[in-house]
């Protein structure tokens, strides 16, 4: 069968989504374009200078592949963090992370939990375990993480902060918001990114309207080494999250661009809602000055760390009520 897109090639790959058969070149130009016009709206064309978080994970190395297909890569910053897993963080892969950002040309900087927060996720977490707290592994990494993407995005002076979600989990987070009825972190989901602090770094999502299964398959055929290892916390997964997984998955292969549809049209709501609404700049949390949600005295991350006895007990007072 040839390609459908220039009816040349043989083509390799079928996009249910759209109906047709594409060869690997124009599957990787279908991917780029559609990165492209999201990365327009979200305002990378124009930015000075974009930190691009990599974990080193498929999704990270497509984000780096696509963007710097379209913007010079000397305006492009890559962020690795090394989250202090044991077993999951390793040496070798970080290694091959600096090699292939080298043959993009693309600047490459990391830091690790441990010299920024001071603990490793391991270590924050067998805290919360010792202090009999309920709270998944992946709450503490993906607190810190933005943290200190943020904290990157500030010290490298970029103007925006890109992560490498992709379409499925894009769609997860907007159900789970919908689930528990969080109104003002869903619509801050929406395709134009809203500033609710002057110490946020814009963060965007430029992978947002691509399948996993597509990254996926950019990364196989592109030759990538990427980390393969699953987290060895993935077994504490917020159970939610992987019900409504579970859920869409269904409904995609039922009607193939369910997905796309449902994102799209959680754009148009959620662009709509804007438009009324107004956006006060967020409170700053009392102990590490980070913005921090409405009604709060501080923020998550110092909140966590507290409760797991690993900042100092005098800030006890500032723990809101539970
Ligand atoms: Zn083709
Ligand atoms: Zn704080």
Request: glycine share 8%.
């Amino acid at each position: 069968m040839t390609c459908d897109v220039c009816h040349k090639n043989e083509a390799i790959i079928f996009q249910p989504h759209s109906g047709r058969s594409l060869c690997k070149d124009c599957f990787f130009n279908d991917v780029k374009e559609r990165v492209r016009k999201e990365a327009e709206k979200q305002g990378i064309l124009n930015s000075r200078k974009v930190l691009l978080a990599v974990s080193g994970g498929k999704d990270s190395l497509v984000l780096v592949d696509a963007i710097s297909s379209f913007i010079s890569a000397s305006r492009i910053v890559a962020f690795n963090i090394v989250e202090g897993i044991g077993g999951y963080n390793r040496a070798e892969q970080a290694e091959k992370l600096r090699k292939y950002m080298e043959t993009l040309g693309v600047q490459l900087v990391s830091t690790s939990f441990k010299s920024e927060v001071g603990y490793t996720l391991d270590e924050m977490v067998r805290s919360s375990e010792v202090k009999g707290m309920n709270v998944s592994p992946c709450t503490f990494c993906g607190g810190f993480r933005r943290k200190l993407i943020n904290n990157a995005g500030i010290l490298y002076g970029t103007d925006l902060v890109a992560t490498g979600h992709n379409l499925d989990d894009e769609v997860q987070t907007i159900m789970i918001n919908l689930i528990r009825g969080d109104l003002s972190r869903l619509i801050r989901l929406g395709d134009v990114p809203i500033k609710v602090s002057g110490k946020f770094v814009t963060r965007v999502k430029p992978l947002r309207k691509i399948y996993e299964w597509e990254t996926t398959m950019y990364a196989y055929l592109k030759g990538y080494s990427f980390q393969e290892v699953e987290c060895p916390h993935i077994v504490n997964k917020p159970t939610l999250r992987a019900k409504v997984r579970d859920l869409i998955y269904s409904l995609e292969e039922e009607r193939p661009g369910s997905l796309l549809k449902i994102l799209e049209q959680f754009d148009e709501i959620s662009q709509k809602i804007r438009s009324n609404a107004s956006f006060t700049e967020l409170p700053r949390c009392e102990i590490c000055g980070d913005p921090t949600s409405y009604g709060r005295r501080i923020c998550k991350n110092c909140e966590l760390l507290i409760r797991s006895g690993l900042l100092s007990q005098e800030y006890q007072k500032y723990l809101p009520m539970s």
